[in-house]
C-alpha cells in the first residue's frame, strides 16, 4: 500500500514536500515514483528513485531544475520536494511503485494527494 501526503494550497513560487509511504512492501525492493494527472490532461510521469542504488530519474522537462525525489530508507517513505511551484504544476499527484523506473504504467499505486497553485 502507498499513502501521499504533503499536498495542497500554495502560491506560485512556494514549495511543497509531498511523502509516499509505503507500507505491505518496502522500497528496498521497488522503485517508486512520482505521476500527476491535471484535469482534462493525460497522466505524467514525473520522477523515478531505483530501490537497489538511488538513481534518480526526472521525466518531465517542465519540473527539472525545480522539483527533487528522494528517499527515507529506514522510514520506507520517498519524497518529492517540490520548489518553485507554477500554476501549471497544479494537480493530483501520484506515487507508484513497479520493478523498474520507466514513465510508464506502474504495478501499485496510491490514491492521490491534490496539489494547489494559485495566488
Known amino acids: 500500500q502507498l499513502a501521499e501526503s504533503g499536498g495542497g494550497l500554495v502560491q506560485p513560487g512556494g514549495s511543497l514536500r509531498l511523502s509516499c509511504a509505503a507500507s505491505g512492501f518496502t522500497s528496498d525492493i521497488y522503485d517508486i515514483g512520482w505521476f500527476r494527472q491535471a484535469p482534462g490532461k493525460e497522466r505524467e510521469g514525473i520522477s523515478c528513485i531505483s530501490a537497489d542504488d538511488g538513481t534518480t530519474y526526472y521525466y518531465a522537462d517542465s519540473v527539472k531544475g525545480r522539483f527533487t525525489i528522494s528517499r527515507d530508507k529506514q522510514k520506507n517513505i520517498v519524497y518529492l520536494q517540490m520548489n518553485n511551484l507554477k500554476p501549471e504544476d497544479t494537480a493530483v499527484y501520484y506515487c507508484?511503485?513497479?520493478?523498474?523506473?520507466?514513465?510508464?504504467?506502474?504495478?501499485?499505486w496510491g490514491e492521490g494527494t491534490q496539489v494547489t497553485v494559485s495566488s
Open positions: 507508484a511503485a513497479d520493478p523498474a523506473c520507466h514513465p510508464g504504467d506502474f504495478d501499485y
